[in-house]
């Protein structure tokens, strides 16, 4: 296992098009985690599953974006008819547990025109 | 919500030169983080602290836990110039938030 990996690494798709990312975490890391990240700025939260379970859910995650971690493996970020306040780079991390080390993938950078 | 203060925003220092910067929150963290990003990559973990007051060396970097539990510092010493990059400080609470919760980031350059 190489660590969290993160498909595709860039999207680019028009406006009012659906589009999805995939994450595959590390192997046995219980928690994964979907955040977003525009240019200057820290990673945000955006919504976090324990296993299959998905517990909390940023502000931020309007009713276009969903995510899914079906068998608690990998999870998916979809966002339904896309703007171009979407665009951003979409991170995904694991960890164990709650309060261990969390591991970043590379990104999906997208970009809505 | 959580809200972590990093500073400074942005460093310019010359190669060899020691770095320092640091997290401060209002609220009480269980876990410190910190991460070093580089343009169009994810973030890459550097230094893991768990416990208040700990002090944690990574090769040229060191970094502690507060003991208010309230804040973190990192330092680099001896710079050089692959150090360039985003530094960011990140912290999971115990509260009913647990998520990781970042820094806005210290820019880093290093000066040849």
Not at chain 1, 91 to 96: G, N
Not at chain 2, 43 to 48: G, K, M, Q, R, Y
Not at chain 2, 70 to 75: E, R
Request: charged letters at 20%; a neutral charge.
């Amino acid at each position: 296992d190489t660590g969290v990996s993160q498909d595709p690494r860039h999207k680019i798709t028009k406006r009012g098009q659906n589009v999805t990312f995939r994450c595959d975490p590390i192997s046995e890391h219980n928690r994964l985690y979907w955040y977003r990240q525009t240019l200057g700025q820290g990673p945000e939260f955006l919504t976090y599953f324990q296993n299959e379970a998905q517990l909390e859910k940023s502000r931020l995650l309007s009713d276009r974006f969903s995510a899914e971690r079906p068998k608690g493996s990998f999870s998916t970020l979809e966002i339904q008819r896309t703007e171009q306040g979407d665009s951003a780079m979409y991170l995904c991390a694991s960890s164990l547990d709650w309060n261990t080390e969390a591991f970043f993938g590379q990104g999906t950078r997208l970009t809505v025109v | 919500g959580q809200q972590l203060n990093q500073s400074p925003q942005s460093m310019f220092i010359q190669e060899g030169e020691d770095v320092s910067m640091n997290c401060t929150s209002s609220s009480i963290f269980n876990t410190w983080l910190w991460y070093k990003q580089d343009p169009g990559e994810g973030p890459v973990l550097l230094i893991a602290l768990y416990k208040a007051g700990e002090l944690t060396s990574n090769g040229r970097l060191t970094a502690q836990f507060g003991i208010t539990r309230k804040d973190s510092f990192l330092n680099i010493s001896a710079s050089i110039p692959s150090d360039v990059g985003i530094y960011f400080c990140a912290g999971i609470s115990s509260g009913s938030a647990r998520q990781l919760t970042f820094g806005s980031g210290t820019q880093l350059t290093v000066l040849p």
